[in-house]
T-cell receptor
Framework: AQSVAQPEDQVNVAEGNPLTVKCTYS??????LFWYVQYPNRGLQFLLK??????LVKGSYGFEAEFNKSQTSFHLKKPSALVSDSALYFC?????????????FGPGTRLSVLP | NAGVTQTPKFQVLKTGQSMTLQCAQD?????MYWYRQDPGMGLRLIYY???????DKGEVPNGYNVSRLNKREFSLRLESAAPSQTSVYFC?????????????FGPGTRLTVL
């Protein structure tokens, strides 16, 4: 069965420090990988995606993510956290060979950036 | 360009009542989706529509029906609401021409079933 794990329910980081939100997946083949962010009482917003090529993907608001095929991971990173980055972050995958539109989402990680 | 819109924003139902959640997108996307979000469980796909005129079940379709009214609109109906359907419901859309297209989400409907 396909699954996405985000091993940390909550990540706390001080403003100005680097942040990492972890994601690992169990999906056949080489899936497409996505990160979304959800601010309170809002829908999910797309941050970035990995399709192919360079393992380091850059996205919106200074976020980047590193794809590691051998570890089946796609960790979200930012060099210097802002208080405004505090939100709920979701990792999602979609099998590359499945045109059935079936995204699989992780359970989410709540990021708190402390001033 | 409003993106994906949903109505209503909030709704309280009694067990057994019915209601329809409305969703519309103005991005000319082919595919549309309905998800529910429950604490600690991420998003679970209820139904999706790959293109106008088609609908398919997702992970948790029981108790729901959908209608793809046209390319813009995709509605979700609860025929007989149950407390287990208390959740936040999100509609999303994507181009759907290739597998790596991201989804665009509406603001959500918070539903409580008493």
């Amino acid at each position: 069965a396909q699954s996405v794990a985000q091993p940390e329910d909550q990540v706390n980081v001080a403003e100005g420090n680097p942040l990492t939100v972890k994601c690992t997946y169990s999906v056949s083949g080489n899936p497409y990988l996505f990160w979304y962010v959800q601010y309170p009482n809002r829908g999910l917003q797309f941050l970035l995606k990995y399709i192919t090529g360079d393992n380091l993907v850059k996205g919106s608001y200074g976020f980047e993510a590193e794809f590691n095929k051998s570890q089946t991971s796609f960790h979200l990173k930012k060099p210097s956290a802002l208080v405004s980055d505090s939100a709920l972050y979701f990792c999602a995958v979609r099998p590359r060979d499945n045109y059935g539109q079936n995204f699989v989402f992780g359970p989410g990680t709540r990021l708190s950036v402390l001033p | 360009n409003a993106g994906v819109t949903q109505t209503p924003k909030f709704q309280v139902l009694k067990t057994g009542q019915s209601m329809t959640l409305q969703c519309a997108q103005d991005m000319n996307h082919n595919s549309m989706y309905w998800y529910r979000q429950d604490p600690g469980m991420g998003l679970r796909l209820i139904y999706y529509s790959a293109s106008e005129g088609t609908t398919d079940k997702g992970e948790v379709p029981n108790g729901y029906n959908v209608s793809r009214l046209n390319k813009r609109e995709f509605s979700l109906r609860l025929e007989s609401a149950a407390p287990s359907q208390t959740s936040v419901y999100f509609c999303a859309s994507s181009e759907a021409q290739r597998g790596y297209n991201e989804q665009f989400f509406g603001p959500g409907t918070r539903l409580t079933v008493l």
